[in-house]
Every structure is written in C-alpha cells, then in structure tokens.
C-alpha cells in the first residue's frame, strides 16, 4: 500500500490548519525538518505567527516577499573568513550561515500585518480578514405578515 507524504503541503501552508491536522492524524505522517527550522503559532482566533531562525543574519541579509498567496523569507549573506581580509579564518563552523529561501502558501484573506528580528528568530505576523460579504450574519424574521393573517377570521 502507497502512503502520500503531506508533511511539505502542511509546513508550508497557513489557514488551512485544521484540514492538515486532521490529514496527519489519519495519516499518522508528522512534519520533517529544514533549514532554516521555524515554527508556526496560532497566537488568535484569526492571527498566526511564523517564527524563523535566522542566527547570524541581520536586517538587512533578510528580505520577505508576498505575492499571490505566497510568502516568501529570503537570507543571503557574504561570507567571512579568510586569512586575505584580515578577519579570523574560521576552522570549524557549526552555525549554518548559508543563504535560504523559504515560501509558504497563504490562505485566502491571510495577510502579512508586520514582521520583526529579535533574539536570533525572525517574526512574521499574518491575520486571516474575512471579507463583510464571507462573514456569517443574523438575518432578522418578520412577523408581520404572519400576526395579520392569524387576525383575519376565515370564510367557511
């Protein structure tokens, strides 16, 4: 029997958490690891979190992009070291500084509200904004119509 591995959809898509929850249940499939690691929070009703790591970059070696749907967090930066510059040559380098991509496909209405660089992880906030016309509404029921035809005796 085949077994589809959904982990890349699920890490990479905000919105439609709920669907990939009940996917990796059934499954049983959990997600894997990458560079750089990162974590998705659900921080309100329609507010979410991405947090990267991106230890060694700084603001300006990040750039993020959104477009149809698709954020993406990029990190590039120029390498140190070298007995020719003048700066000390690195002899074991366990940080990983080498430059990234990252894309996650955004729901519909998921927007980036403001991102932010702290401590090593950068801090993207997304909300979910619903639309008037896609939000449930009450609609009120007359009664009107219906006590005037109960006041009116009918012919036999």
């Known amino acids: 029997m085949r077994q ?5 959809l699920y890490r990479s898509t905000i919105g439609f958490d709920r669907l990939f929850n009940m996917i990796d249940q059934a499954a049983g499939l959990e997600t894997m690891p990458g560079y750089p ?6 921080t309100g009703e329609n507010a979410y979190r991405i947090s990267v790591a991106v230890a060694g970059f700084a603001v300006t070696d990040l750039s993020l992009e959104t477009k149809e749907n ?5 990190g590039s930066r120029e390498r140190e070291g ?22 996650f496909q955004l ?8 991102a932010s660089l702290e401590n090593g992880l950068l ?4 909300t979910r904004e619903l639309p ?12 009107e119509g219906a006590n005037a035809a109960l ?6």
């Open 107 to 114: 729901a519909d209405h998921v927007h980036v509200t403001g």
């Open 132 to 143: 008037e016309a896609q939000k449930p509404r009450q609609i009120p029921i007359g009664t």
């Open 151 to 156: 006041a009116t005796p009918r012919a036999a």
């Open 4 to 8: 589809f591995d959904l982990s890349p």
């Open 37 to 42: 690691p990162y974590n998705i929070e659900r």
């Open 70 to 74: 698709t954020l993406t967090i990029r």
């Open 82 to 103: 070298g007995s020719e510059t003048g700066k000390p040559e690195v002899l074991y380098q366990g940080i990983a500084a080498r430059s990234f991509e990252r894309r």
């Open 123 to 126: 801090h993207v906030d997304l």
